[in-house]
């Protein structure tokens, strides 16, 4: 049996969820990076894996798996060890309680305040960004507070909750702590200083096993 290969784009957080969700479960791959500056996510090639052109794409034994959650399942469905979705009926609901929050309330919003960060436009837009960061900071509240009584998003174990919500975070203060924009006041750089929790929390992501292979290949 050949190795499952990965389609990724560097950064793209649905695509760190899922290379996180492959080292944590000591899986594995072929890693088939796409250069999203030279648009080959739209290749003819890649559009008979992927229709729609988009990442990430799972190719397993012959089997393709797309969207992110789609191929999460799949990886621990397959692979059993260690499990993302739980045990009981309480720790799966909790778990997918918490991957429903963050698409609902916090995934996009994130990228109101990281896409013109990160192209040098957020004093542009001041206005449109310091609102994000308003509702970002609201459910980070949350999201605090909740890490103030549990080690993990949904309970006392890892799982696909927190593959989830890292890459997301991530790309929220990576681009919150980007050269100049701390005239807009954000409130949210450095992690450590206006969220403790959030912090201690991405340090114990940073220990898992991988984290290093997983991490964005440009951010190093």
Not at 43 to 71: F, N, W
Not at 155 to 184: C, K
Request: aromatic share 8%; glycine share 6%; net charge negative.
């Amino acid at each position: 049996m050949t190795q499952p290969e990965l389609y990724f784009i560097s950064g793209s957080p649905p695509c760190w969820s899922v290379m996180l969700a492959l080292e944590v479960k000591g899986i594995a791959y072929e890693p088939r990076r796409l250069d999203n500056a030279k648009r080959e996510q739209k290749s003819p090639e890649y559009l008979k894996i992927s229709p729609r052109g988009q990442v990430p794409v799972l190719v397993d034994d012959g089997t393709t798996v797309r969207e992110t959650l789609a191929v999460l399942s799949y990886l621990d469905a397959q692979y059993a060890e260690p499990p993302l979705f739980g045990q009981t009926p309480v720790e799966t609901a909790r778990i997918w309680q918490a991957i429903c929050e963050c698409d609902a309330n916090l995934r996009d919003t994130v990228g109101e305040i990281s896409r013109p960060l990160f192209r040098g436009k957020g004093m542009e837009i001041a206005q449109q960004v310091t609102d994000a960061a308003e509702k970002v900071r609201a459910e980070l509240d949350l999201i605090e507070t909740g890490l103030s009584k549990e080690a993990w998003m949904a309970g006392d174990n890892l799982s696909a909750a927190d593959l989830i919500l890292y890459p997301v975070i991530m790309q929220l203060t990576r681009a919150a702590a980007r050269e100049g924009e701390a005239a807009l006041e954000l409130g949210i750089h450095p992690l450590a200083r206006h969220f403790p929790n959030i912090d201690g929390w991405c340090r114990e992501m940073e220990k898992l096993p991988g984290y290093d292979n997983a991490f964005p290949p440009h951010w190093k």
